[in-house]
């Protein structure tokens, strides 16, 4: 079918070959959009789920699995049982800046009402009194600061005169 005028256009021949393919293209593209899109291709055999396959093994491979399947949970159970799970603070790993907790703090899972199930850790009361209390464990300097009733003087930006040295 070749285009001759559309939109009062004149083509030659090669021009209307170009654009019956390229309609015959968008055609196939809706067509699998379509497909796709309404999931009617799933109503076609061989796109389901595999149910069967070509083998079901014998009695001799079950058997082995299923001990293997025993042994790979008996020592899962083990491992979990064996050692608690380090402590993480998120990618890093095991912390880097040592650790400061009391010995008798422990986490308890509660259902908060709004979070949905968090950790709470119990006599975290005595960890922040160890750290409070400790000469190298990092603090928050300004509430210390203010637990001191050091003050620092007024911030002056754009003065002649502010000195720099002078924070605290």
Not at 19 to 28: F, G, Q, R
Not at 86 to 105: C, D, H, I, R
């Amino acid at each position: 079918m070749p285009f001759t005028s559309f939109f009062a256009a004149d083509w030659n021949a090669s021009q209307s070959t170009a654009i019956s393919v390229d309609i015959a293209m968008l055609v196939i593209v809706g067509c699998c959009l379509f497909a796709w899109c309404s999931d009617i291709y799933r109503l076609c055999p061989g796109w389901g789920a595999v149910r069967r396959f070509d083998s079901d093994g014998n009695e001799d491979r079950r058997a082995r699995e299923s001990l293997l399947q025993k042994d790979f949970d008996h020592r899962q159970a083990a491992a979990l049982e064996a050692s608690e799970a380090p402590k993480l603070y998120g990618a890093l790993g095991p912390p880097t800046w040592g650790v400061l907790e009391s010995p008798n703090q422990q986490e308890v899972m509660v259902n908060h009402p709004v979070h949905g199930q968090v950790k709470v850790r119990s006599n975290f009361e005595e960890t922040q009194q160890l750290r409070r209390e400790s000469t190298w464990w990092a603090k928050d300097e300004r509430y210390f600061a203010e637990q001191a009733n050091l003050r620092r003087g007024e911030l002056c930006v754009n003065e002649p005169f502010a000195k720099l040295g002078s924070a605290i």
